[in-house]
């Protein structure tokens, strides 16, 4: 009886044991799991970013491979693809803001600049490629970039443990994924010189000029289309990029040479412009507002202000609302059915607050790729 006793007792403790050895291993596999999963999701999205750019990169070169010029090599376009990839634009210094908008504007036309001439050198003078190839080259950019910052943080929390960092940054890989996809799908959308959701401002514009009377052409700005037409007896004056190449062109200095080379006072500027929805909004709705409709760094939207503003001019906008991705890659039903009723909503509005025998301008803000004038 005893010996059965002491049996029984011995059973109940190796259970008991077994159970906590069970438990910590549970836990302790627990916690590991939680600890690497972020750092193994990490690791996933680096490689689907890696083929990206591998893909995107391959992409373009046959792109510019079938557009080379004679003596250039596969292996040239190669290498100027590699180079670009890295290639930097550094921010002047903001310690006296005084000036710093020219300063801007001064950097981003050496910017452009020597984008084209990199692409000018393997394909000639084909402009339009330049620009396209040129525009798809910047979203392969802003990819490896993206890349080069995801993988130094991933870097950073293996080696010093930091596993919330690992934890927070994989947290927002679902919208990375979609600014990194956006940004694939506008590097073909660019090669392919389709309009893209960015193009919702020109388009507006170009649709207008459609509707006016003896059209008359102002070419004295670089990339930029002036146009100046009649509108039921209203002068109309129309600035936008020129297409059907990937560009933005230079609004204020169409802006500029509008009321400093014409001598025109118009009784409104008015913008039209792609932006970024909310997400509790529909992709298409429209927002009008006063102020100058105008994304990027603001050293365009600062002349344009500064211009109408010495004029004492009021400025209108209309926005067309859409996701990033929306904006980065071809233009959707949606976006394309707003850009006709914004078209609409600007006559409409011109009709109504500018008299016959008064001047309106009309700033189509945004690429201009795919849309001509």
Same mark, same amino acid.
């Given at each position: 009886?005893? !010996?059965? =006793?002491? @049996? ?19 836990y302790?596999y627990?916690?590991?799991?939680y600890?690497? $999963?972020?750092?193994?999701q990490i ?11 591998? =893909?995107?990169?391959?992409?373009? /070169? ?9 003596? %250039? ?11 670009? !990839? ?21 950097i ?7 984008? *084209? ?7 000639g003078?084909?402009d339009i ?12 950019? *802003?990819?490896?970039? !993206? ?6 943080y ?30 694939? +799908? @506008? ?13 919702? /401002? ?18 004295? %700005? ?10 039921? +007896?209203? $002068? !109309?004056?129309?600035?936008?990029a020129? +297409?059907?190449?990937? =560009? #933005? ?9 509008v ?11 008015? =913008?039209v ?5 909310l997400?509790?909004e $529909? ?8 102020? %100058?409709?105008? +994304?990027?760094?603001?050293?365009e ?24 991705? *929306? ?7 949606? #976006?394309?059915? @707003? ?7 600007v006559?409409?509005f011109?009709?109504?607050? %500018?008299?016959?025998?008064?001047a ?10 795919? #849309? @001509?004038?």
């Amino acid at each position: 009886m005893m !010996l059965q =006793t002491t @049996a029984t007792g011995s059973g109940i403790w190796s259970w008991i044991i077994t159970m906590i050895v069970w438990f910590l291993a549970i836990y302790i596999y627990q916690e590991f799991y939680y600890i690497q $999963r972020p750092l193994w999701q990490i690791g996933g999205f680096l490689s689907y970013l890696g083929q990206m750019i591998r =893909t995107a990169s391959n992409d373009i /070169g046959n792109y510019l491979d079938k557009l080379r010029k004679q003596g %250039v090599g596969r292996k040239e376009v190669d290498e100027t693809i590699r180079r670009m !990839l890295d290639f930097t634009v550094i921010t002047p210094t903001s310690l006296d803001p005084f000036g710093i908008v020219p300063k801007y504007k001064n950097i981003l036309n050496a910017y452009e600049t020597t984008s *084209e001439s990199e692409v000018a050198k393997l394909i000639g003078d084909n402009d339009i490629a330049i620009k396209n190839a040129s525009t798809a080259l910047e979203a392969l950019r *802003e990819i490896n970039f !993206l890349y080069k910052v995801v993988d130094h943080y991933y870097r950073i929390a293996k080696k010093y443990k930091l596993y919330v960092y690992a934890m927070q940054l994989s947290m927002l890989l679902p919208l990375l994924k979609e600014v990194s996809d956006a940004l694939n +799908g @506008a590097v073909s959308a660019f090669m392919k010189g389709l309009p893209v959701g960015d193009s919702a /401002g020109p388009l507006v514009a170009y649709n207008v000029s459609r509707l006016c009377s003896q059209l008359v052409y102002h070419d004295s %700005v670089k990339d930029t289309a002036i146009m100046e037409c009649d509108l039921e +007896g209203r $002068r !109309l004056y129309i600035v936008k990029a020129k +297409g059907p190449g990937s =560009t #933005v062109g230079k609004p204020d200095e169409g802006v500029e040479y509008v009321f400093e080379k014409l001598g025109v006072k118009p009784k409104y500027v008015i =913008t039209v412009d792609a932006a970024l929805k909310l997400e509790g909004e $529909r992709t298409g709705d429209i927002a009008e507002g006063v102020g %100058v409709a105008m +994304g990027g760094i603001g050293a365009e939207k600062f002349n344009i202000e500064t211009i109408a503003t010495k004029y004492g001019v009021p400025l209108y906008a209309f926005l067309i609302k859409m996701r990033e991705a *929306e904006a980065l890659t071809a233009m959707t039903k949606d #976006v394309y059915n @707003a850009v006709q009723t914004v078209s609409k909503r600007v006559v409409d509005f011109i009709k109504e607050k %500018v008299q016959p025998g008064e001047a309106v301008l009309l700033i189509g803000v945004g690429n201009t790729v795919g #849309v @001509a004038q």
